[in-house]
């Protein structure tokens, strides 16, 4: 501030302002930056946990479509795969995987898969009309969708394709989150179905000690702990998992978004731990659940008293000592 005297006695002010200097700016600027990373955070988490909220709510929804399949198929649980060659053949009727160009439902596994071949998400997209409910229908004007792609949808699955033709395409048999490694790293998560119910017969399997064309199926009432059977797990590699224990092991290491520290590491473990450094697990009995990394799937050998899954109290196999019925 200067003050300028006068002979009258007036006196004026005048107010001097001082620039700011380089370290109030560089503060200024680095305070800013500080609320941005701090918002930035906050709507990042606020979007894995939305994310988080819904990945629960599918698979919730599964295990509701679960039971209205198993309601109208003599209390059968859902096979995690089918094949329904024979029954087709033999002039069954087959509502799945009906176009002779259908493609391989799960790439990153040995088992090719055709026409009337396919997993656990073709029966309840059939089943439940969901090309339908998620507008994948007849009457697709300006969607650019053409009839090809609107009759393979109807009797099969999408997979990774629909998000070439719809890339917000929300997947009711995938997670809201993207896997964090493998081949498919940064596509939506798989949900992979335990192969213990696999209902594919020995024929079908190409068993040389068997020629059996009898399928495969388990009811509810032949397990011996639906509410600790694990029926799916978050998985970066496809649609089943075996319950052999090569793909449940953890042989990797994270971090606490589940993405590997070293991506580069030859591993065998499928299951994909991408919700917070845990994996989503959904139960015969329709409950889900975050199960955080485990050393490996648990006892092999029969007979033994502990056919607790990896110590968290879950199975994967062993699920009942009787025999599937025929």
């Known amino acids: 501030m200067k003050i300028r005297a006068y002979s009258n006695g007036m006196k004026e002010i005048k ?9 109030e700016i560089l503060v200024v600027v680095a305070v800013i930056a500080l609320l941005v990373a701090i918002l930035l955070v906050s709507v990042q988490g606020s979007t894995d946990a939305a994310k988080s909220i819904r990945t629960a709510s599918n698979l919730k929804q599964i295990g509701s ?13 859902l096979p995690s795969q089918f094949d329904f060659v024979d029954e087709a053949t033999s002039g069954k009727a087959v509502s799945a995987r009906l176009s002779a160009s259908s493609q391989d439902d799960n790439p990153h596994d040995a088992i090719v898969r055709g026409q009337y071949q396919g997993t656990w998400s ?13 507008g994948l229908g007849v009457g697709l004007d300006g969607s650019g969708l053409d009839d090809s792609a609107i009759l393979k949808w109807q009797f099969d699955s999408p997979d990774n394709d629909i998000f070439e033709e719809i890339s917000a395409f929300e997947h009711p048999f995938r997670s809201a989150l993207e896997n964090t490694r493998g081949p498919e790293q940064g596509v939506m998560g798989y949900f992979a179905a335990n192969d213990f119910f696999d209902s594919r017969s020995d024929n079908d399997l190409g068993d040389e000690d068997s020629t059996s064309r009898v399928d495969k199926y388990y009811t509810y009432a032949m397990i011996r702990s639906p509410a600790q059977s694990v029926y799916i797990v978050d998985s970066m590699a496809g649609e089943t998992i075996s319950d052999g224990p090569e793909p449940w092991v953890y042989d990797f290491d994270i971090n606490s978004e589940g993405q590997m520290i070293a991506p580069d590491a030859v591993t065998y473990g499928e299951i994909d731990y991408r919700n917070g450094g845990e994996c989503n697990i959904l139960l015969l009995d329709g409950a889900v659940s975050s199960v955080t ?15 607790s899954l990896f110590g968290k109290g879950y199975r994967v196999h062993q699920l009942t000592k009787r025999r599937p019925t025929n």
């Open 15 to 23: 107010m001097i302002r001082r620039a700011f200097t380089i370290v």
């Open 65 to 77: 479509w679960m039971q209205l399949w198993s309601g109208g198929n003599g209390d059968y649980i």
């Open 122 to 134: 073709d029966l309840l997209w059939v089943d439940n009309k969901l090309h339908t409910a998620y």
């Open 293 to 307: 990394p485990f050393a490996e799937r648990g006892p092999q050998a029969a007979g033994t008293t502990d056919t």
